[in-house]
Structures are given as structure tokens and as C-alpha cells.
């Protein structure tokens, strides 16, 4: 039917040929064609921003990415007939004797057209996989090709707070992947070159550790074609999540030991001085709006519960992880055990949270694991007192004069801290630093700064105070005063694990103390430095850190006065607080 309009038209066209066209025609034929052309322009300009769309959603691997395909495809083809209706008009008006230069002014040529092609983009180009929960993870293809376990999915994941923050990638079975080679510049101190080679090895598997938004440790296990021969290289430095697709590039992973599968060869040591680029092996797109800090979690790809196919397609794990106020929240119940078994001023009953907020987790040496103001962690403790020891102990002031109405001081100033039923401030880290990724302990600088209340009775100044004229009422010996402290200083944190579950942190700080308080009658002892010390052993089973136990030691040191001191020994359980959703009562 087409090759039957088409040469109607050309006999059409050889039957007007020399046929001057009147000035209705080349107007009509303007018109029908720049009309025509401004439909063309709109719908192309449309189709523009949604391939940019569909580009963007298949670099960071949206799950609607189908969606979106099928919008483009659709607006393609509503562009493809507009462009074939405009091939028709200008043969239709150059058969009545229009010429063509002016057709093409009306419409112009869009050269070498082609329908968009969407294939590149095809359903089974790679094999996503959803990580959720505690490490678990289930085949997109398989889970959601189900209308109603993907819908069962979407409620899991709205019940437990489930937010995608990202997608990891890595190469399909036995795919290769290219070496460099390492080269230093002499003229520039630190700085290192990488030349591509001609040599390739075959992805076999990846291990990695996700540490304060960084993957703190990465080793990757290749082969040779013939899999005989099995390489493993592993990083120098951490990569952080949040500037993964920049820094991945200039991260490197060195060949760490090499081994051979086959009995009758000797183990190769050929890829000696060769390095292996770190996105090649790992890559990882942070969804827009959605980039935060993970938390520390460690994984292997492929996962032991894939299928051993060998699949020759990349794999994509999708990174859902539960952002529940009690995920991110670390609440924290203690109890002094001097306060269990003396007659001590210590809480019976402390309850501690804290959270950390990322500023700059970034790694800031290509040498070494450095970062400069990774987080800031606010905290509140609070402090439940017993009854007899809770106010300040108070005394009179004799060095003053009689005219002076504040005579009323308290016996030790570190009692202050030490009394107080209320501590809330925060902590900035301004720099955390391992010699080597290997080694078990990290040494990190911060600044704190801590808001501390105490208790003062108005019935203890009373008491010291000669009998008034006036009876003293019930309401006036229950009246009590909050004695406001706030302390800005510097401390030292040092972490030290065993295990990964298991370790201790150890901080001597030093603290400036400064009195916040205008109470009648009152004195306000002077400003004075504090030496605090924390050592605190931590344990927790398995991967999940929600059941966490403490033992935390404090000891506090007026530097003015060396007799006023005092220490807490303490136990610790971390807990959680139901904040899931509530459901309603039916009507």
C-alpha cells in the first residue's frame, strides 16, 4: 500500500513538473508545514527532557525506570508521525509546483532522523536484587513480578520506615575487567599516576564494610580466563558513599596474595605492580534526595543465596535500610553500681541518648584513613537522683563582709557536676585518623560542649542563714533552684576492637566549666577546668547493634583542687522504643 501512494505521488509530481505554483498554494503549504513544524518542535523539546529522564533513572537504577520507558516509547511514536505527515506534505506541495528550498524554510530538514532507541534499555540487561532488613535480600525478578507480593512489599517497607537509599553494582560472572599500572611522579610528593595496560582479569566476587558512611574495606576476588588462577586485591583508603562516583575513580585496589586452583601449576605472581580501579569492581548511585549515611554493615556480592549460574548479566542490590527514629536513635539505659550499693549521691537510674549526624564523612588523605569533621553527635542524660542526695551541699562564706547578701557557697564545686540530674550537649568531631585500615583502633579529636543541671533547695540556704522574723511556709522549704552549668572543651576518643562487636573506647577530656545562675543569697563558685575520663567496654551479639551492653567507668578531676574528685562505675543495655505505626480502633 505504500509503494502504491508513493507512486502516486511521483506520477502526481512528474505530471505538474515545471509547474509554477500560485501564491494560494505556497500559502496554504506555508502554513500546513510551519504549523506542522511547531508541533514537531514542542513534542521533540518533550521528548528531550523525558529521555534525560529515563537516562537519569537507569544511571542510578530506578525500579520505575519501566514506567518512564514506555512514556518515551509512546511520545517517540507520536514524533515519528509527525515526521513522516511532514515527508507526505512536502511531496504533496512540491507535485503542485512549490519548490523545495521553500519547503524546507517551512519545516526544516532534521537530517539523518531516527526513532529514538529505547531497546538499549532492555528489561533483562541486568539482575536486580533488594537488600532489606538485617542483611536479607530477595530477586526483583522474582518478588515483584507478583502484583500482590509487590504490593504486600510496599507495606513492609512503609511499616518498618524502608527507605531505598541507593543501589550498589558490580560486574556480571567472569566479566573483565581492566589493569593499570602504577606509576609515582618524582616531582610531585604523594602524587601517583595509572596507565592502562593490556592485561584483564574476570570478576569473580566482592567482600566490602560499610563504616560512618565510607566503605571503610573492600576486597575483591578476580580470576584469569581459564580459572585457574585466583587474584585478590583489596584498597589503601576508605571511599566515602556520599562522593562515591568521583572518588571510586581515583581509588585503586592493589593485588594483596594471589592463589592457583589447579594442583600441577605454581601459584602466578604476573600481576605484581598492576592495580585494579575501583569502580570497575564496585559502584555505587545514591538516589537523589536519599544519599545519607548507612549504617555499618558489611556485605558479599554475589550473595551466598544467589543462584550459582554463573549470570553473565551485572548485578544491582538495592540498599533499603529501616530509618525508624529507633534505628538512628541510640537510647540507652544505666545503672551505678555505687548507687546500687553505697550511700552515694550517684543515679540509681540513667537514661542516655544519643545520635550521630554526618557533616563531612569524607576521606581526605590518598595515603592514609583520614577524615576532618566527620559528625556531630547530640546527647541527653538524665540523671534519676535519690531523694536525700539530690540538692547541693551548701556552707556559709565567712571571708565575706556582713553587707554582702551572697554568702552562701557550695562545700565542693565538683559537686556540681556530680549532682547534676540533667547533661545535655554535643560532641564535634574535628579529626579521626587510623595509621592503617588494617589496624584495630582509630584516635579521633573532638570538640564537646555539655549543658548540666543540678538541684539546690531552698530549705538547705534557709538552714544556714540565721531564724527569720517571719515563719518559713511550707511552699518556701519546697521551693527548689536550678544550678545552670555549661562546658566547652577538648578531648582525645581512641576506640579499640577486638572483634567488630566487641571492643572499648578510652577519652580523657579536659573541660572548662562556666556558672550560669543569679540566685539571691547565692555565690557562684568560680569558673573551673575540668579532667574527665571515660573508658566504656561495649559488646553486642551477632550484626545488630539493638542489644548492646556497656560498662562505662567516669572519673571527674577539679584541676584547681586535686581532694575534689569523684568516679562512676556503671552498667549499660541499649534499648528500643516502640515507634512503629499504630492502628486504630475499627469503627
Given amino acids: 500500500m505504500k509503494k502504491i501512494i508513493l507512486l502516486l505521488l511521483i506520477l502526481a509530481a512528474g505530471q505538474a513538473f515545471a509547474q509554477e505554483a500560485d501564491s494560494l498554494t505556497i500559502a496554504q503549504a506555508k502554513k500546513d508545514l510551519t504549523e506542522l513544524y511547531a508541533a514537531f518542535k514542542i513534542k521533540s523539546d518533550s521528548l528531550k527532557i523525558e ?29 515519528d508521525v509527525i515526521y513522516k505527515k511532514q515527508t507526505v506534505f512536502k511531496a504533496y506541495y512540491q507535485s503542485k509546483g512549490v519548490k523545495a528550498n521553500d519547503l524546507d524554510s517551512y519545516f526544516p530538514s532534521q537530517g539523518n532522523y531516527a526513532e529514538l532507541d529505547t531497546t538499549q534499555i532492555k528489561d533483562d540487561e541486568k539482575a536486580v536484587y533488594v537488600l532489606y532488613g538485617n542483611n536479607k535480600i530477595a530477586s526483583e525478578e522474582e518478588v515483584f513480578k ?28 567472569m566479566q573483565k575487567i581492566r589493569l593499570y599500572k602504577e606509576e609515582h611522579d618524582r616531582k610531585v610528593l604523594n602524587n601517583m599516576k595509572f596507565i592502562e595496560t593490556e592485561s584483564y582479569v574476570y570478576f ?32 589503601k583508603v576508605p571511599i566515602s558513599l556520599l562522593d ?28 605484581n605492580g598492576l592495580v585494579l580501579r575501583m569502580s570497575d569492581a564496585l559502584s555505587y548511585f545514591s538516589n537523589p534526595g536519599n544519599n545519607f549515611v548507612p549504617d555499618d554493615v558489611e556485605y558479599t556480592f554475589p550473595t551466598d543465596k544467589e543462584k550459582v549460574d554463573c549470570d553473565k548479566r551485572r548485578r544491582v542490590y538495592k540498599i533499603n535500610q529501616d530509618t525508624n527514629l529507633q534505628n538512628v536513635m541510640e537510647l540507652r539505659t544505666y545503672t551505678d553500681f555505687l548507687g546500687l550499693f553505697d550511700d552515694s549521691a550517684n543515679g540509681i537510674v540513667q537514661v542516655e541518648g544519643k545520635a550521630d549526624i554526618y557533616v563531612a564523612p569524607f ?186 551492653i556497656f560498662i562505662r567507668l567516669r572519673t571527674f578531676m577539679n584541676t584547681s583542687d586535686g581532694e575534689d574528685s569523684f568516679f562512676q562505675l556503671q552498667f549499660g543495655y541499649r534499648f528500643a522504643v516502640g515507634l512503629g505505626s499504630v492502628k486504630g480502633k475499627p469503627q
Avoid at 149 to 160: A, G, L, R
Fill in 51 to 79: 529521555k534525560d529522564t529515563l537516562a537519569n533513572m537507569a544511571a542510578r537504577l530506578d525500579k520505575d525506570i519501566q514506567a518512564q520507558l514506555d512514556k518515551t516509547r509512546k511520545m517517540n511514536a507520536e514524533l
Fill in 146 to 173: 507478583d502484583e500482590k507480593i509487590k504490593e504486600i512489599f510496599k507495606d513492609i517497607f512503609n511499616v518498618n520506615s524502608e527507605t531505598c537509599l541507593g543501589t550498589f553494582e558490580i560486574p556480571g560472572c
Fill in 204 to 235: 569473580d566476587n566482592v567482600k566490602f564494610s560499610v563504616r560512618e558512611g565510607r566503605v571503610y574495606d573492600i576486597r575483591v576476588r578476580v580470576v584469569n580466563k581459564e580459572k585457574t588462577q585466583q587474584y585478590y586485591f583489596e584498597n
Fill in 244 to 271: 562515591y562516583p568521583r572518588g571510586a575513580r581515583w581509588a585503586h585496589l592493589y593485588n594483596s596474595h594471589n592463589t592457583s586452583e589447579d594442583v600441577t601449576q605454581i601459584t602466578s605472581d604476573s600481576l
Fill in 363 to 548: 576521606q581526605t588523605s590518598r595515603l592514609r584513613p583520614y577524615s576532618y569533621l566527620n559528625k556531630i553527635s547530640p546527647y541527653v542524660h538524665f540523671t534519676r537522683l535519690d531523694q536525700n542526695h539530690k540538692g547541693l551541699t551548701l556552707k556559709l562564706n565567712e571571708e565575706v563582709n556582713d553587707n554582702d547578701d551572697d554568702n552562701i557557697q557550695v562545700v565542693k564545686p565538683l559537686e556540681i557536676i556530680e549532682k547534676s540530674y540533667l547533661d545535655m550537649g554535643l560532641t564535634l568531631d574535628v579529626m579521626d585518623f587510623t595509621f592503617k585500615k588494617q589496624y584495630p583502633f582509630c584516635i579521633n579529636t573532638y570538640f564537646s560542649m555539655r549543658y548540666q543541671i543540678a538541684t539546690l533547695f531552698k530549705k538547705d540556704m534557709l538552714a544556714l542563714l540565721p531564724p527569720a522574723a517571719d515563719p518559713v511556709t511550707d511552699e518556701e522549704n519546697k521551693e527548689t533552684f536550678n544550678f545552670k552549668s555549661i562546658g566547652t572543651g577538648i578531648g582525645l576518643r581512641m576506640e579499640f576492637r577486638r572483634f567488630n562487636n566487641f571492643g572499648f573506647f578510652y577519652s580523657p577530656e579536659m573541660i572548662y566549666y562556666n556558672h550560669l545562675n543569679r540566685i539571691e543569697g547565692f555565690d557562684n563558685p568560680s569558673n573551673m577546668w575540668i579532667f574527665r575520663n571515660e573508658a566504656e567496654i561495649f559488646y553486642y551479639p551477632g550484626e545488630s547493634k539493638k542489644q548492646s
